[in-house]
């Protein structure tokens, strides 16, 4: 039986789900000793707005078939993948504990040989929308509905290698593709900030007007603020609606902000990676009110 689509929750819903998301992102990190932070924090209302309302999925048969398709091009960012994965119900969220270790299935970088619910290991910068176009082209030639989703950043952009398959995408056809490019302004090496920069560095793509490129070769741009869940999911709804249609990939522009959700890492570039310290955390829980607060057990009575 072919995965539908996911009742849609709530935008409140969905806010709840990030903080979860962003919570248990900064808290892995921070047990495990290493990992990337700025980026899954950029893209968790993305990653959440996919997996709990979009994607045509089934938790419990992975590699059905007819299931749609997500690879997470900037595979740096695996820790927000995986604690969406493991919210979603792809394995147990006490597996997060494991992240980074030799003999874990959540590595660093995403697998798609260890992993449940990995569509393509990456890593490699640049490599994840080559891979998702094939996969694009593999549906139409097999006659299979499923859409293929490709996550990039905006450092990203700068390999080479992504826009071979910017060209060559709508030349296929391939209007059952659509990348999601995270535009958080800031890499974790990059110019120093100019006066119309958002952040403290200068933004990798915030000089260049991506909506006429990406016009340019073919392609349907479509800019939205990447933490408003109703316009993330009218993004959606235009992408797949233009299915079938003109032949034209899809691209959602989305502007967001690194490390969103926590005072210190947000619009902070040495926040790409790092690892909180316990009063961090304890800022990082108040802020994102995740997880509740606990009750105090009732204290006994002295007699």
């Not at 060209?167 to 056809?173: K, T």
């Not at 249609?245 to 210190?264: E, M, N």
């Amino acid at each position: 039986m072919t995965p539908e689509k996911p009742a849609r929750p709530s935008d409140d819903e969905l806010a709840a789900l990030s903080r979860e998301g962003r919570w248990r992102v900064i808290s892995t990190v921070a047990a495990s000793g290493a990992g990337h932070i700025g980026g899954p924090l950029s893209a968790m209302d993305l990653l959440v707005s996919l997996y709990f309302g979009e994607l045509r999925i089934d938790p419990a048969q992975p590699q059905h078939p007819d299931r749609d398709r997500f690879i997470l091009s900037k595979g740096h960012n695996a820790i927000g993948l995986y604690s969406v994965l493991a919210m979603r119900g792809f394995f147990p969220l006490d597996e997060l504990a494991t992240f980074d270790r030799g003999d874990s299935r959540l590595q660093g970088h995403p697998d798609m040989k260890l992993t449940p619910g990995v569509d393509a290991s990456s890593g490699s910068l640049g490599q994840g929308l080559s891979a998702g176009a094939g996969m694009a082209l593999a549906a139409r030639r097999l006659g299979k509905t499923f859409h293929t989703w490709v996550m990039l950043g905006d450092g990203e952009l700068e390999e080479g290698m992504v826009w071979e398959s910017v060209i060559s995408a709508p030349r296929y056809g391939l209007d059952n593709l659509t990348a999601i490019v995270d535009l958080n302004g800031l890499q974790q090496f990059g110019w120093p900030r100019q006066e119309h920069d958002r952040f403290d560095r200068s933004e990798p793509m915030g000089h260049t007007d991506l909506e006429a490129v990406f016009t340019g070769f073919g392609w349907r741009p479509i800019r939205i603020d990447g933490h408003d869940f109703g316009a993330i999911r009218r993004a959606f709804d235009e992408a797949t609606g233009a299915r079938g249609t003109d032949g034209r990939p899809s691209v959602i522009l989305a502007d967001t902000a690194k490390g969103r959700g926590v005072s210190y890492t947000e619009g902070a570039h040495r926040w790409h990676n790092g690892v909180a310290t316990d009063a961090q955390l304890a800022v990082a829980h108040a802020e994102l009110g995740f997880p509740d607060p606990q009750p105090e057990p009732p204290k006994e009575s002295i007699r």
